[in-house]
């Protein structure tokens, strides 16, 4: 309890009242946008400059170093270290079974031969499509030391959505989990993979749940049985066929170690290039900016998907970095998360704003003791500051709030842990990472502190681009600078505030929800003249899913039967929850339609 007390002595600040923070109704805009960043580049912005100064330095808490002495160590050799140093610690814990850390690197090395002898080799892509299990932890770390390429999916996802991602990747091999088997099995004519792997909730349950898992496991629809099909193999069969001798792979830093899947704009989801060195450094990132927690002596929540980039880095690879245990929770909703706090022990947790308000709003809240956790990072939304307070007076922790995209692996800026938080900011640049603010019109010239502008940002995070599409990385990079696409400003003590979106991204219960993915799926409706679709405000979610839809002539729909349309055709959390006919939708004199008309008009119905 002493360290809780010690961390509790911080200010939570709110925004200056003279114009040098953030304007009031500005706070909840904040927005994650894509972007890529050539680090070889030369950035235009002058070491006299107000961001070439870099203002942020003064405001780091004691023990944050404003460079990092990286080591040049890839994630494998990271767990393999780790393994070394603490064999018989907790690694991961699923539902009371217990993995160590000797267990979970034999696991991986039996895993890694495995793949290997499917003919996976260094540069193949390999899919995983699984929530937060044991197995999905095991394939990541096989498939990045014997040189491969992870591509991470969401078990969420429609096979319309999956079948682009496979194709795209060019992935040979997937690792899934039996209850989706028979799906993919069905699709993978439509793709170029080759062998599927599957897993069950079952295969790692402690006594006495394992054995009543083949009774109930189906009946709760948490297994599924499992036709026999050509190149279909059990994952335990795999780990015990194999030695845990994989083949030895020279890694570089250089080196593409996944494809992480973003949606865009455009409605083309784009593999977004993260090397061993991005992925390494950011862990490393991570740990030079919480200090005073220690290697070997936290254990972490794992309740964000490890399919996210944010879970991924943060939740998945940071814990293995650390040697922390990791608690995996495969769903992550209310009840479960407090059961699992409650029953597990926790200490530090990463995780979004739909999660911290479904627990306070939970009935068992008040039944449940929080007060393991002494550390919290939440991102991919705004957390509004009664949540913060109300749940850091429910465990003793500190909650600090951060900005990231897939594209910078993700986190580019946190605010300090013990140190000056301010409500509505998304924090500091952390350690080797610049950013800046520019005019929307013309990047090269940076706009004066206090006011608004693009956000701009280069750090070693930052991806090598997107995969198969130059286009696409040339459009998102301007000398050397990855593009955001949110309206930004920084404060004098360089704290910076996300004001406004350049773009039309919604994020749905921290997920990111691109609106032509859905009135792609509108249009292909045979009633629908013309659709387009925003995010609307939700107590819980943060945002919601409209659309607006202009029927053809003479044709007549009811909502529900244009909603029912669209299932199955999107991930779940992607599917519109209110729709409204219009005669016309707004448009610009080229024929673009006015989204920020409809957003203005709808915030004023709901008088927001």
């Keep these: ?48 400059s107000a961001y070439g100064d870099k203002p942020w330095l003064s405001s780091y808490e004691e023990g944050v170093p404003a460079a990092i002495d990286y080591e040049n160590v890839c994630l494998p050799a990271f767990l393999d270290r780790t393994a070394q140093e603490f064999p018989e610690t907790m690694a991961l814990l699923f539902q009371g079974y217990q993995v160590n850390y000797r267990q979970l ?4 090395d039996r895993f890694a031969a495995g793949l290997h002898a ?44 999956l079948a682009h991602q496979f194709n795209d990747s060019g992935a040979k091999l997937l690792i899934t989990l039996d209850l989706l088997v028979k799906r993919m099995v069905a699709l993978r004519p439509q793709t170029r993979i080759e062998t599927i792997i599957y897993t069950s909730i079952g295969d790692y349950l402690p006594f006495p749940k394992n054995l009543l898992f083949p009774l109930v496991g ?24 194999n030695p ?9 830093f250089d080196d593409i170690a996944m494809l992480q899947y973003t949606g865009g704009t455009t409605g083309v989801s784009k593999g977004v290039m993260l090397t061993h060195g991005n992925l390494s450094r950011q862990v490393q990132h991570v740990r030079a900016w919480f200090p005073k927690f220690n290697r070997g002596e936290e254990v972490m929540l794992g309740a964000l998907p490890f399919f996210h980039v944010f879970g991924l880095s943060v939740t998945m690879n940071f814990a293995i970095y ?39 709003g939970h009935p068992k809240i008040d039944q449940t003791d929080l007060t393991c956790i002494k550390g919290c990072f939440s991102g991919s939304a705004p957390l509004p500051i009664e949540v913060i307070r109300d749940f850091e007076a429910k465990t003793g922790a500190v909650i600090v709030e951060g900005f990231g995209m897939t594209e910078s692996s993700p986190v580019t800026h946190i605010n300090p842990f013990a140190g000056q938080r301010k409500v509505g900011s998304i924090g500091l640049p952390i350690p080797d990472t610049e950013a800046r603010i520019v005019d929307l019109q013309d990047p090269s010239r940076e706009m004066p502190v206090g006011e608004t502008g693009e956000l701009v940002v280069r750090g070693p995070q930052v991806m090598q681009g997107y995969w198969q599409r130059e286009d696409a990385t040339n459009e998102t990079i301007v000398d050397g600078w990855l593009h955001t696409g949110d309206i930004a400003m920084m404060d004098p003590e360089g704290y910076f505030f996300i004001v406004d979106r350049k773009k039309d991204m919604i994020i749905s219960g921290g997920y990111n ?33 409209k659309v607006f839809v202009v029927l ?12 029912e349309f669209c299932k199955g055709k999107l991930a779940t959390y992607k599917l519109p929850t209110e729709l409204e006919f219009k005669e016309e939708l707004p448009k610009t004199n080229v024929g673009k339609v006015l989204k920020k008309d409809l957003r203005a008009e709808e915030l004023s119905k709901r008088g927001a």
């Design 1 to 48: 309890m002493q360290t809780v007390n010690r961390y509790r002595n911080r200010r939570l600040v709110a925004p200056d009242a003279d114009g040098s923070a953030l304007p009031a109704m500005a706070v909840r805009a904040r927005n994650r946008r894509e972007g890529y960043c050539d680090s070889g580049k030369e950035a235009n912005v002058t070491p006299t």
């Design 218 to 241: 189906k009946k709760k629809g948490l297994a599924a049985s499992v036709a026999p099909a050509a190149d279909l193999y059990r994952w335990k069969t795999i780990l015990a066929q």
């Design 118 to 161: 499917f003919g996976i080799r260094p540069g193949d892509s390999v899919a995983i499509l699984l929530p937060n299990v044991i197995p999905c932890v095991v394939a990541y770390y096989a498939i990045l030391k014997i040189g491969a390429r992870a591509v991470m999916n969401n078990p969420l996802y429609s096979d319309r959505e």
């Design 552 to 563: 053809k002539p003479g044709e007549t729909a009811t909502p529900e039967e244009i909603l």
């Design 322 to 360: 650390m040697g922390w245990g990791d608690i995996l929770v495969p769903k992550p909703q209310p009840e479960p998360l407090l059961e699992t706090i409650g029953k597990f022990r926790p200490t530090f947790a990463p995780l979004v704003p739909t999660m911290y308000i479904g627990m306070l």
């Design 513 to 545: 929800v691109y609106p032509r993915d859905i009135e792609e799926v509108l249009f292909e409706h045979p009633k629908i003249a013309e659709a387009t679709a925003i995010g609307v405000p939700h107590p819980k979610r943060g945002e919601q899913v």
């Design 244 to 252: 845990p001798q994989p083949p030895a792979v020279e890694l570089n």
């Design 105 to 108: 690197k034999d696991m991986v």
